[in-house]
């Protein structure tokens, strides 16, 4: 009789444990499901970028065979007898994925992508008035963090993102000797000034981009108050980027360098670059770069507290 009621309770707890659990995912689908859907294309993305890099490989092993073929046949002494291509290690062929693939290009899309996962449920809380009604059961300032916090964690993005890129590089290529790679090609796709400290390498490319893409949804959230459009919202919030891009690296960074020459040999105009963050080309080092970054995140930050800070001001925008 026991074991009866045993079996019956395991079965209960089995069948109500699997009701909370889907629940709790289908809600989790639910809220993040632009997000995923955002993640799912980069990482297609990611996919396509690699079999095209082992499709070009293989393309040019065979052209090698087909030249070392035709050399031996017509018993050809050449001067130049060409290498056997290798294929790059991880961390340069990360590099060569961000930096000179097609896939390139995702320094320019991907600030678009954050500011729409990290805008969307904000901008559709304020603009339906449900924001209003969250700040009946909560105080305003509680729910209002509560709200920023949720856009930010749209940053996870760029770990997710780079995790599974460096992954896929391993997988591809199965080697992290960096330096057999610089030695055939005879340069390095990352600063050789980083070559005896990669890992530390990577975790401040990964903190600092997590940084500048805070700084992406504090932009969107900033601009967001004003417009009654989510697209305008984005697009106002990517020339806002831009131009926020074009002051730190053309007018403070060369300004600077004119009023004092000697910082150019520093590359401080490289340095402030936005788009410098997705590889550190002539950049002065790595905790000027996590400086900088985390500037440009407290300082929006800061902007988003003075924009949303009075609370009469929200709530009238939200009732236009």
Same mark, same amino acid.
């Given at each position: ?141 509680? +729910? !209002? =963090? ?9 940053? @996870? &993005? ?6 599974? $890129? #460096? ?40 903190? +600092? !981009? =997590? ?9 969107? @959230? &900033? ?6 459009? $989510? #697209? ?62 985390? $500037? ?25």
């Amino acid at each position: 009789m026991l074991y009866v009621v045993c079996c019956i309770l395991n079965n209960y707890i089995h069948i109500l444990a699997t009701i909370f659990l889907g629940g709790i995912m289908k809600i989790f689908l639910k809220k993040n499901k632009l997000l995923l859907i955002c993640l799912l294309l980069l990482l297609s993305c990611v996919i396509l970028s690699l079999v095209k890099y082992k499709i070009d490989f293989n393309h040019s092993i065979d052209e090698y065979n087909r030249v070392m073929e035709y050399l031996d046949k017509n018993s050809i002494n050449s001067p130049i007898i060409p290498k056997k291509p290798i294929m790059y290690d991880t961390y340069s062929l990360f590099s060569y994925i961000i930096v000179d693939s097609p896939f390139a290009i995702i320094m320019y899309v991907m600030p678009f992508i954050i500011m729409l996962c990290g805008i969307y449920s904000f901008y559709s809380k304020i603009k339906t008035g449900y924001f209003k009604d969250e700040c009946m059961r909560r105080n305003y300032k509680k +729910n !209002l =963090i509560v709200n920023i916090f949720d856009s930010w964690k749209n940053a @996870i &993005i760029i770990p997710i993102f780079i995790i599974v $890129l #460096f992954a896929g590089c391993y997988i591809t290529t199965r080697s992290f000797d960096i330096n057999k790679t610089i030695e055939f090609y005879d340069y390095s796709l990352i600063n050789r000034q980083y070559l005896d400290k990669l890992p530390t390498y990577f975790i401040t490319y990964t903190i +600092n !981009l =997590i940084f500048l893409a805070i700084f992406y949804i504090n932009i969107s @959230i &900033i601009t967001a108050k004003k417009n009654s459009n $989510l #697209f305008v919202t984005l697009v106002q919030s990517y020339l806002i980027f831009i131009i926020v891009g074009i002051i730190t690296e053309v007018v403070v960074g060369k300004g600077l360098e004119k009023i004092f020459p000697i910082l150019k040999s520093y590359n401080l105009c490289n340095s402030l670059s936005i788009f410098n963050f997705w590889v550190y080309d002539n950049v002065m080092n790595l905790s000027f770069m996590t400086l900088f970054a985390f $500037l440009l995140f407290f300082v929006s930050t800061l902007i988003v507290i003075l924009k949303y800070r009075n609370k009469e001001s929200v709530i009238i925008e939200i009732d236009k």
